[in-house]
């Protein structure tokens, strides 16, 4: 069956310019994560969703990051006003019941690849 | 906080050597441990899961035990193949909170 997809799996911006990430997760699933990946570390925790609820968006770098999920399926990560440490991969997984337990396995989509010049 | 330090690479074996990647955790308490793999151009995989303390997961021939008492999970395998060249991360979750938290990877290259 499908797996997560994300696109665009590459963007370049310009310094200043706003950016939309999309998500599609397995279809059913619950959960929702975003994680930013800097070269060369581990994925770091943005924002997770339960269906179309944000319950967690503690991991947000700023207040230009936002992301929603308005009908509990697809997902939107929009930067405004992109800045060069903004540049990262943006990885989106999903789950099928809530919350990032043991129990609850995440699989992954392949990320995009955001460069911000 | 939680946190997640594991062995910085690049590994580099030749193919049937023994592997070892350690992975050492800080946690407040009685977290989930975990071994993903991203091979080239895909996303993350979970490898092998262990929830609570002396639990060993394994998966395509790799393991890993829960060590609590060194605070420790770290992957092994007996054989490696040049298939399983690819970045491994350690992560773990706490079950109170929505985030996973990450290693920063291990690159391992085998050579036939």
């Known amino acids: 069956g499908a797996g997560v997809s994300q696109s665009p799996r590459y963007k370049v911006a310009k310094r200043g310019q706003d950016v939309a990430l999309r998500c599609d997760p397995i279809?059913?699933?619950?959960?929702l994560f975003w994680y930013q990946q800097a070269l060369g570390q581990g994925p770091e925790f943005l924002t997770y969703?339960?269906?179309?609820?944000?319950?967690?968006k503690s991991g947000l770098p700023s207040d230009r990051f936002f992301a929603e999920r308005p009908e509990g399926s697809v997902s939107t990560l929009k930067i405004q006003r992109t800045q060069q440490e903004d540049s990262a991969v943006y990885l989106c997984?999903?789950?099928?019941?809530?919350?990032?337990?043991?129990?609850?396995?995440?699989?992954f989509g392949p990320g995009t690849r955001l460069t911000v010049l | 906080g939680n946190s997640v330090t594991q062995m910085e690479g690049p590994v580099t074996l030749s193919e049937e050597a023994f592997l070892t990647i350690n992975c050492t955790y800080t946690?407040?308490?009685?977290?989930?441990l975990f071994w993903y793999v991203q091979y080239p151009g895909e996303g993350l995989q979970l490898l092998l899961k262990?929830?609570?303390?002396?639990d060993k997961g394994s998966n395509k021939g790799f393991e890993a035990t829960y060590r609590k008492e060194t605070t420790s999970f770290h992957l092994e395998k007996g054989s490696v193949q040049v298939s399983d060249s690819a970045v491994y991360f350690c992560?773990?979750?706490?079950?109170?909170?929505?985030?996973?938290?990450f290693g920063a990877g291990t690159r391992l290259t085998v050579k036939p």
């Open positions: 262990a929830t609570k303390a002396d």
């Open positions: 997984a999903s789950s099928l019941v809530g919350g990032a337990s043991s129990y609850n396995e995440q699989f």
């Open positions: 279809s059913g699933h619950v959960s």
């Open positions: 969703f339960q269906n179309e609820a944000q319950l967690d």
């Open positions: 946690a407040t308490g009685y977290p989930s």
């Open positions: 992560a773990l979750s706490d079950g109170g909170r929505n985030d996973m938290r």
